[in-house]
C-alpha cells in the first residue's frame, strides 16, 4: 500500500537547487525513497488526467550497463560532435565521463519513464510524460539524490524496448539515473528574468519601428 | 534584480496536492510572487542548458478575453466532442466553464509559454518546455495560487502570435492562468504505483506464458 508523501524540504529551495548529476556513489537506494520518489512523479498533471506514465525501475547491474552502452552508442554515434561546440568544457567533460565511462551504470537505480499510448492522444503525450520526468526530478533532489534527465539511451528504442522487454507501443522517453552524487553540486546558473520574460505581448526591443 | 527564491511550503505537501484550477477569484497577484513563479520556472532543467523558454505575461484584460476566446473556439469546435467522453462529469462541467464561461479570462493572469528555437533542436524542446511549465505550475501552488496547464489556446498559433505580436519563429505551448482559486480543490486522484511501474523489465503479467 503506497501511501502519500508528505513534508519535505522547503520547495523554493529544491526547485532552484536543481542541477544534473552525471557522477554516482555505488550505495543502494531503500525502496520507500524510491517509492516516495515514483508517488511524486505520479502526481504530475496529465491531459483528461490520463496519467500515460509507465516506469522501468532498473538495478539489475547487467541491465544498468547495457542501458548505459545504449546511450554510449548515441553519444559516440554523432550526439557528441553536435553538443560539443555548444557546452561549456567542464559540463563537457561530465557527460563524456557520464556517457562513455561508466559513471551513468554507476548509479544504482536508472529508472526509464515510458509512455503507454492506451489512454491519452499522441499529441498530449509529451506535455504529460516531461512533468512527471520533472516530478521525479524534483523529488530525487528533495531526497538529496543526484538524478539527471537523459533521452541518449531512449533514442534507439526498439534496443531499450529488447533489453526491457517493453510492449511495441510503449514509447521510452527518458533514462533517469539516481544514487548518491559523489560530489558536491554547484547552483544552476540561469538568464536574469528580464531577457526571458515580456509583459502583455512581446517586446521586441530595438526591432520596433 | 531578480533574486533567487528560497524557502516555501515543504516540497510533498506542494507536489501532491498539484490541482488543476479553473475558477479563480479577481485579486491581483503581486509582482514579487509572479516573480518567484517564474524564477522557479527558469530553474527546470534544458537540453544543454539552453533555456529555449520564453514567457509573455498577460495580465490585459482584453487581451485576457482574447485567449480565452481562442480557447473557446477549439473546445466547442471540435475538442470537447473529443474529450467529453473520457472526463468525469464534475471535471467537464469545470471544463465547459473555464472554456465557454469566462472563467479563463477572469484569472488575473495569464502566462502564456513559448519555446524559441534559436539556441535548441527540435527534438528536445518540448523536454525543456515542459519541466518550465511544470515547475511554473508547482510554484503557484506554493504561492498558494491555482493554475491549470491548458493548450487550447495554443492550438491555433497563429492567432495566439498576431494577438501578442509573438515573432513567427517563437511557439506558444501553454497557456496558465493564475489567481486565487475560487474554491478550495480536492486532492488529486491516480492509480496506484503498482499499476505503472516495473522493476528490472516489463511485468507482462497474465500475458505471460
Redesign the interface.
Same mark, same amino acid.
Request: proline letters at 10%; aromatic letters at 10%.
Given at each position: 500500500m503506497?501511501t502519500?508523501? !508528505?513534508?519535505?524540504?522547503? +520547495?523554493?529551495? /529544491?526547485?532552484?537547487t536543481?542541477r544534473?548529476c552525471r557522477t554516482f556513489l555505488p550505495d543502494p537506494i531503500p525502496d520507500d525513497v524510491i517509492?516516495?520518489i515514483?508517488?511524486?512523479a505520479?502526481?504530475?498533471?496529465s491531459a483528461?488526467? !490520463?496519467?500515460p506514465?509507465? +516506469?522501468?525501475? /532498473?538495478?539489475?547491474e547487467a541491465?544498468r550497463q547495457a542501458i548505459a552502452d545504449l546511450a554510449t552508442k548515441v553519444w559516440t554515434g554523432g550526439a557528441r560532435q553536435?553538443?560539443a561546440p555548444?557546452?561549456a568544457e567542464n559540463?563537457l567533460h561530465d557527460v563524456d565521463q557520464s556517457m562513455t565511462g561508466g559513471a551513468m551504470a554507476a548509479a544504482p537505480v536508472i529508472v526509464i519513464v515510458c509512455g503507454d499510448p492506451a489512454?491519452t492522444?499522441p499529441s498530449?503525450m509529451?506535455?504529460s510524460?516531461?512533468?512527471c520526468?520533472?516530478?521525479l526530478?524534483?523529488?530525487a533532489g528533495?531526497e538529496g539524490l543526484g538524478a539527471?534527465?537523459t533521452?541518449m539511451a531512449t533514442l534507439i528504442p526498439d534496443k531499450l524496448r529488447a533489453?526491457?522487454?517493453?510492449?511495441d507501443d510503449?514509447t521510452p522517453?527518458?533514462a533517469v539515473p539516481l544514487g548518491r552524487p559523489a560530489r558536491a553540486l554547484g547552483r544552476?546558473?540561469?538568464?536574469?528574468?528580464?531577457e526571458?520574460?515580456?509583459?502583455?505581448?512581446?517586446d521586441?526591443g530595438d526591432k520596433s519601428p
Open positions: 503506497t502519500t508523501p !508528505s513534508g519535505g524540504p522547503p +520547495f523554493y529551495d /529544491v526547485v532552484t536543481q544534473a517509492e516516495r515514483l508517488t511524486a505520479t502526481h504530475a498533471p483528461e488526467n !490520463s496519467q506514465w509507465r +516506469f522501468v525501475v /532498473v538495478r539489475d541491465k553536435h553538443s555548444k557546452l559540463i489512454n492522444f498530449a509529451e506535455s510524460i516531461w512533468p520526468v520533472q516530478n526530478l524534483l523529488a528533495a539527471s534527465l533521452t533489453l526491457l522487454e517493453l510492449p510503449i522517453y527518458a544552476p546558473r540561469r538568464r536574469p528574468l528580464t526571458v520574460v515580456h509583459h502583455d505581448q512581446w521586441h
